[in-house]
């Protein structure tokens, strides 16, 4: 039994240490709330570090290579030297030769080499998050327009420092594309796993964080900010669990799985072109923030058009006969149908609320186009005939027949 356990005092204190440690968890994320509320980017920033500060055991301002077990502020001043006018990151110091690295942390008053084996070591399975790419999309649109629903997409990998270079795969450039959900399926158009896909989900390690009270199971704030402003243009949207698992191998090696994070917001209302800084940041570990720029361009609804056909439609040729359908909601998803030689046109007012994004997607797949101009709301084109004129046109033409949208 361990002696804490065995000594009322020693377990008195590490309830007491326990209290303590829920009690600045809960402060901290009241900080953090408090920041979002004034939205300077800044401020969010120290509070998110306060996190990583509070896990590690590390004081404001300190060298981030303190996470390191054996790690003292003396072997520390030892690695980075006296004259050093900023602190080392752990990413910085596992990047070093590895002859450099032994002969800078390894000697009298310094750490033995059982302690210096055993730092490298937890250095090398630091989850740590490297973004291979970042871009926003709206799903089943070619053009980002005003005020659309925009998701930020991140393409990462899991890359602990120290990983050499001739171990890490080349980027698969599939892997690096976001195809739009298939039509049908509606748990991935709302954002809800099935069943084959939760199975390969995968939380982090737990964080190597041995003053904390508890164990603590990492997580990610992504946000957007601008630069400019010093504020906050999206607030953080959290991640704890990655899709392509896993992260780590039996022995504790990197696979090197691509990650896909998503968060969506709504697309600035006026056209034009809007630069970003992109942070991501843990909550667990000290100097391993990610910062990028990311450029977000907003088209005009007219000119986004520019990739349809803007023809009128044409008239029937030989053989072929136009079909005009007025359908009421409840019928679109079920009842629209394209025949083998027949141009489908849909007429209907209230396409954007029952139709959705399964009747469009449905719709382009037969090679749809869309004529007229955009609908004010939901920008999507109109071409209002005499008897309907909040009604929207679809054109196809197709040569099999298709089932049920």
């Given at each position: ?7 009322p ?20 994320r ?25 896990i ?9 290579l ?15 030297g ?52 970042a ?38 450039s599939?892997?690096?594309d ?23 989900e995968?939380?982090?390690?737990l ?18 900010a ?56 843990s909550?667990s ?19 986004a ?7 009128e439609?044409?008239?029937?040729e ?33 396409l954007?609320?029952a ?48 089932g049920?949208?």
């Amino acid at each position: 039994m361990k002696e804490s356990q065995q000594h009322p005092a020693n377990h008195l204190l590490l309830i007491r240490v326990s209290i303590s440690i829920r009690a600045r968890i809960r402060l901290t994320r009241v900080l953090i709330s408090i920041a979002l509320a004034y939205g300077n980017t800044q401020q969010v920033l120290s509070s998110f570090h306060a996190s990583q500060n509070l896990i590690q055991a590390i004081p404001p301002g300190a060298s981030p290579l303190l996470q390191l077990p054996y790690f003292t502020p003396a072997v520390v001043q030892a690695v980075e030297g006296e004259s050093a006018r900023t602190h080392m990151t752990v990413q910085d110091f596992m990047r070093l030769p590895s002859s450099r690295r032994e002969s800078l942390a390894v000697g009298p008053g310094r750490l033995t080499q059982i302690q210096y084996d055993t730092a490298i070591k937890t250095a090398q399975q630091l989850p740590q998050l490297s973004v291979e790419k970042a871009f926003f999309k709206v799903t089943g649109e070619r053009y980002i327009t005003p005020s659309s629903l925009v998701q930020l997409v991140l393409k990462a990998r899991i890359i602990p420092p120290g990983t050499p270079a001739a171990s890490i795969p080349a980027v698969d450039s599939k892997d690096l594309d976001d195809p739009d959900p298939k039509e049908g399926d509606l748990d991935a158009l709302h954002g809800r796993g099935k069943n084959d896909v939760s199975a390969k989900e995968a939380q982090p390690p737990l964080a190597h964080a041995p003053y904390f009270a508890r164990d603590h199971s990492p997580r990610w704030h992504v946000f957007l900010a601008d630069a400019k402003q010093g504020k906050i243009a999206v607030p953080p949207f959290t991640f704890s669990t990655f899709d392509n698992g896993p992260l780590f191998d039996g022995e504790g090696k990197p696979t090197f799985k691509m990650q896909t994070l998503r968060m969506q917001f709504g697309a600035p209302p006026q056209p034009g072109r809007y630069t970003f800084v992109m942070w991501v940041v843990s909550d667990s570990y000290v100097g391993m923030d990610v910062k990028m720029d990311v450029v977000l361009v907003v088209e005009d609804a007219e000119k986004a058009e520019g990739w349809e056909s803007e023809e009128e439609i044409s008239e029937p040729e030989d053989g072929q006969y136009t079909v005009f359908l007025h359908i009421s909601p409840v019928d679109c998803v079920s009842s629209v149908l394209c025949f083998s030689n027949t141009r489908l046109v849909v007429w209907n007012g209230l396409l954007t609320g029952a139709l959705g994004t399964l009747g469009q997607d449905r719709l382009r797949a037969w090679g749809a186009k869309r004529v007229g101009p955009r609908c004010r709301d939901s920008g999507r084109r109109m071409s209002p005939p005499a008897s309907n004129p909040s009604s929207i046109r679809w054109e196809t033409r197709s040569a099999a027949r298709h089932g049920p949208v």
